[in-house]
T-cell receptor
């Protein structure tokens, strides 16, 4: 079974440009999460989808970030316009739906560098 | 305000030694405490987890010790091996938060041969 995949693995863009990150969760996983790790700090929660609906987007830094999950399958995270402080590693994770201690499976991350 | 604090930031241990990583949390409503292991170029992967009604959980060479009154928990790696060299993250989850995880800052563990 394929794990969580993310594309691209690395992205280097200039301040003011737009970048779109993609996450493909494990097939059948209703829950999809985006996290970010900046400058060796803690991994911070950004938002949570249940199927195609945003369950919790309290961690989104500002309105320059837009997340979508088309048809409850893959998800995209768009940053527009990018700022220097957006640099970091963006992780996507997925888990099965329902109650319980369901493990979150993480993708390898997208390393974003804004210059 | 960081709700989960992790220490040390980096740790060097000799092969066969014991690695200990500590975490402290603020929110007493956290109900699930996982540890994640991350190798370079990979995403974090669940290593072991504990609920607050248990004081210790052991899986092979990995043990979580949990102190509810002190709001602290720690990961012990017995007989540490070079293959254990990785970044370790403690985390906490609030069930009512929709299962989002709150992470510590991570510990870079190096096990020398």
């Amino acid at each position: 079974e394929a794990g969580v995949t993310q594309f691209p693995s690395h992205s280097v863009i200039e301040k003011g440009q737009t970048v779109t990150l993609r996450c493909d969760p494990i097939s059948g996983h209703d829950n999809l999460y985006w996290y970010r790790r900046v400058m060796g700090k803690e991994i911070k929660f950004l938002l949570h989808f249940v199927k195609e609906s945003k369950q919790d987007e309290s961690g989104m830094p500002n309105n320059r970030f837009l997340a979508e999950r088309t048809g409850g399958t893959y998800s995209t995270l768009k940053v527009q316009p990018a700022e220097l402080e957006d640099s970091g590693v963006y992780f996507c994770a997925s888990s099965v739906g329902g109650q319980g201690d369901h493990e979150q499976y993480f993708g390898p991350g997208t390393r974003l560098t804004v210059t | 305000q960081q709700q989960v604090k992790q220490s040390p930031q980096s740790l060097i241990v000799q092969k066969g030694g014991i690695s200990i990583i500590n975490c402290a949390y603020e929110n007493t409503a956290f109900d699930y405490f996982p540890w994640y292991q991350q190798f370079p170029g990979k995403g974090p992967a669940l290593l072991i987890a504990i609920r607050p009604d248990v004081s210790e959980k052991k899986e092979g060479r990995f043990t979580i010790s949990f102190n509810k009154s002190a709001k602290q928990f720690s990961l012990h790696i017995m007989d540490s091996q070079p293959g254990d060299s990785a970044t370790y993250f403690c985390a906490a989850r609030l069930e009512t938060s929709g299962s989002r995880l709150t992470f510590g800052e991570g510990t870079q563990l190096t096990v020398n041969p």
